[in-house]
T-cell receptor, first 112, second 111 residues
Framework: NAGVTQTPKFQVLKTGQSMTLQCAQDMNHNSMYWYRQDPGMGLRLIYY???????DKGEVPNGYNVSRLNKREFSLRLESAAPSQTSVYFC???????????FGSGTRLTVV | RKEVEQDPGPFNVPEGATVAFNCTYSNSASQSFFWYRQDCRKEPKLLMS???SGNEDGRFTAQLNRASQYISLLIRDSKLSDSATYLC????????????FGRGTSLIVHP
């Protein structure tokens, strides 16, 4: 089925470990995003990529890096995980900025 | 005042009821508005864009009131399957692109 695919779905990390969250979309969308969702905080934008070859910081970029590998793929890397990064991470895509998103099913990350 | 505010609810309504949610925003220059639906432990899904002229999709109607700085979502003839959390999203105008999500309004439709 067409859409946004995220891997892994669940992950437990120890403080200081690194990992990369993968995201791919097959809708030929130009823009891709990484969000985190925490209880009582709503969804917050970490990084986004308006088009292939560009990336920009969102509201909460500290502790994260991203790579727009090609038009389909946008990865999120945690270089040194901290307990404050325990969250649900959603990747999303849209045809262009300021248009509605299609979200992936999320990654539940716990940092202990 | 928070940038985007929603009544968290829950709104508990019987099947067939009409229910309305509001979402207020503080930035008068905001440009784009959306409603999303999120089921428990699932991803948000786009429900509707909100246009200045208002828009309707079946049982759902979205309105924008720029003067009072709020958007609304009206659900008619509620179904059990409408039970979810409804998120509003406000995008700024100009060069900055950082949308603000509301924290959501919980709707429970009971038999």
């Amino acid at each position: 089925n067409a859409g946004v695919t995220q891997t892994p779905k669940f992950q437990v990390l120890k403080t200081g470990q690194s990992m990369t969250l993968q995201c791919a979309q097959d809708m030929n969308h130009n823009s891709m995003y990484w969000y985190r969702q925490d209880p009582g905080m709503g969804l917050r934008l970490i990084y986004y990529s308006a088009s292939e070859g560009t990336t920009d910081k969102g509201e909460v970029p500290n502790g994260y890096n991203v790579s727009r590998l090609n038009k389909r793929e946008f990865s999120l890397r945690l270089e040194s995980a901290a307990p404050s990064q325990t969250s649900v991470y959603f990747c999303a895509s849209s045809e262009a900025l300021r248009q509605g998103y299609t979200f992936g099913s999320g990654t539940r990350l716990t940092v202990v | 005042r928070k940038e985007v505010e929603q009544d968290p609810g829950p709104f508990n309504v019987p099947e067939g009821a009409t229910v309305a949610f509001n979402c207020t925003y503080s930035n008068s220059a905001s440009q784009s508005f959306f409603w999303y639906r999120q089921d428990c432990r699932k991803e948000p899904k786009l429900l509707m864009s909100v246009y200045s002229s208002g828009n309707e999709d079946g049982r759902f109607t979205a309105q924008l009131n720029r003067a009072s700085q709020y958007i609304s979502l009206l659900i008619r003839d509620s179904k059990l399957s409408d039970s979810a959390t409804y998120l509003c999203v406000v995008l700024p105008s100009g060069g900055s692109y950082i949308p603000t999500f509301g924290r959501g309004t919980s709707l429970i439709v009971h038999p």
